[in-house]
């Protein structure tokens, strides 16, 4: 399954036909990193979690289907070169406001409910991405529950 996410990844991105248009300092990167980070941590990315992920990313960034491809695939890249969630958490926090950061973690939720449950890995990553973002832990858990109830899920 993760080849496959790898292999339409290189097919949206192939070669060096367009260049980047998401440059390192752009905090829609870093953003779109976590959630792939959030996608891809379990070893697995099920096809509804790649679908939520293009979905959430278009979404948010009001952006159309070709842009969504390169950011995503983008993102994918620099979650594969990061060594921590510093780089990017540092980066979204230069950036938004405390409720663009809450709306960070609220993504994350959704990329991991995105196939009906979360693991510990996921539940970890968020936490851990939450706590770099300044959003307390009963926020946290408050946006992951109002994530499962949308959901239909039960909340871890």
Same mark, same amino acid.
């Given at each position: 399954?993760?080849?496959?996410?790898?292999?339409?990844?290189?097919?949206?991105?192939?070669?060096?036909?367009?260049? /980047?248009?998401?440059?390192?300092?752009?905090?829609?990167?870093? !953003?779109?990193?976590?959630?792939?980070?959030?996608?891809?941590?379990?070893?697995?990315?099920?096809? /509804?979690?790649?679908?939520?992920?293009? !979905?959430?990313?278009?979404?948010?960034?009001?952006?159309?289907?070709? #842009? #969504?491809?390169?950011?995503?695939?983008?993102? #994918?890249?620099?979650?594969?070169? !990061?060594?921590?969630?510093?780089?990017? #958490?540092?980066?979204?926090?230069?950036?938004?406001?405390?409720?663009?950061?809450?709306?960070?973690?609220?993504m994350m939720w959704e990329i991991a409910y995105a196939d009906g449950?979360?693991?510990?890995?996921?539940?970890?990553?968020i936490w851990r991405a939450a706590d770099l973002l300044g959003i307390s832990s009963r926020e946290r858990i408050e946006l992951?529950?109002?994530?499962?109830?949308?959901?239909?899920?039960?909340?871890?």
């Amino acid at each position: 399954m993760f080849e496959s996410f790898r292999k339409f990844l290189s097919e949206v991105s192939e070669g060096d036909k367009h260049p /980047a248009r998401f440059d390192h300092g752009d905090y829609r990167l870093a !953003a779109a990193a976590l959630l792939v980070h959030a996608a891809a941590i379990d070893g697995d990315i099920s096809d /509804a979690e790649r679908d939520k992920l293009h !979905a959430v990313i278009k979404q948010q960034f009001e952006l159309d289907e070709a #842009t #969504t491809d390169e950011l995503v695939a983008e993102a #994918t890249a620099a979650e594969n070169e !990061a060594v921590d969630l510093y780089h990017f #958490t540092s980066l979204i926090n230069r950036f938004l406001d405390e409720d663009g950061r809450r709306r960070v973690v609220e993504m994350m939720w959704e990329i991991a409910y995105a196939d009906g449950r979360v693991d510990d890995f996921e539940s970890n990553l968020i936490w851990r991405a939450a706590d770099l973002l300044g959003i307390s832990s009963r926020e946290r858990i408050e946006l992951g529950h109002r994530v499962a109830n949308r959901r239909g899920a039960a909340a871890t």
